[in-house]
DNA sequence: CTAAGGACCTGTCGGC
DNA sequence: TGCCGACAGGTCCTTA
């Protein structure tokens, strides 16, 4: 479910109630995610104290004293602050108990999420591979039209290759094609640097407007209430097949690479 | 090496 | 109302 914007802003959210915090306990509800949870997790975690939290991609990087642990959140997974003695919902797999007084609860519902400790969390398997941050300055034009040259791929699915790039999921690849104009199911290797410049731009744009909006929407990881649920940013085509575009054409909805994917056929060639 | 499809899992929604 | 299929914001792994 989380993309880039909204794991960003569970990072936001739970890094001032989190770091330099304690783990005093962590309690184990269901240990059946993308892994199954190492069962010796808690020994290697409990004790340490939280001194960051960084993200890469759609992951979250908790740096302990010694190693760190790597959080995905898969498509249903959030995180809240609670209450100590704070009843579980269905779902919420995990607790870390805090110094603090407060619990960083995991719920996933459809356990697509993965939590791993390890001793050098940038080295891991998961990490080690990633392209890079879009909204760094590696991500560019130049870089996008240098790595599709040779490629027979459709754009969106280029854009959405974590390998390539990370933290562009559906929703926001999406979004990013319809604002630089550029047709879903173009083949990446033909389209010109000039057009490539524009993308790499309009999906900046979009991230970092989703993320300030997150930061508004959802600005408190820790009410009573507190649902850490995610937010909707005003969206252009994605969810909204049959719709008038502004340009006065009509949004259509198809499928690519197994994911609903909407565009303007007037204004994305 | 690249590309495509399956797999994992639960909840929700629309149609009959 | 109940049942059933399709779909959901991810991505690794296998196969070609």
């Known amino acids: ?72 959140l898969g498509m249903s997974g959030s995180l809240r602050l609670v209450p100590l003695n704070s009843l579980p919902g269905s779902h919420d797999h995990i607790d870390f108990a805090l110094g603090n007084q407060r619990v960083l609860r995991l719920r996933d519902p459809r356990r697509f999420g993965s939590l791993h400790f390890a001793l050098q969390p940038d080295e891991h398997s998961l990490l080690r591979t990633l392209g890079p941050e879009p909204l760094s300055d590696a991500f560019d034009g130049k870089y996008l039209y240098q790595l599709s040259r040779g490629r027979t791929t459709v754009v969106k699915t280029l854009l959405m290759n974590s390998q390539l790039v990370v933290g562009i999921g559906n929703i926001y690849a999406n979004e990013a094609l319809y604002y630089a104009g550029i047709h879903p199911q173009r083949a990446a290797g033909r389209i010109s640097l000039r057009r490539y410049e524009f993308l790499a731009q309009a999906t900046k744009d979009v991230l970092q407007a989703a993320i300030a909006k997150g930061g508004t929407t959802l600005r408190d990881f820790v009410q009573s209430n507190g649902e850490a649920g995610y937010f909707r940013i005003d969206l252009a085509v994605y969810g909204r097949a049959g719709q008038r575009c502004h340009c006065g054409g009509t949004i259509r909805q198809t499928r690519l690479a197994q994911r609903s994917t909407y565009y303007c056929a007037r204004c994305q060639r």
């Open 1 to 72: 479910m989380p993309e880039l914007p909204e794991v960003e802003t569970t990072r936001r959210g739970i890094e001032p109630y989190v770091r330099d915090q304690r783990i005093t306990q962590v309690l184990i509800r269901d240990r059946r995610f993308r892994w199954p949870l190492d069962a010796a997790f808690p020994e290697y975690v409990t004790g340490q104290t939280i001194r960051a939290i960084d993200r890469r991609g759609k992951y979250l990087i908790f740096r302990l004293d010694r190693g760190g642990m790597i959080l995905h």
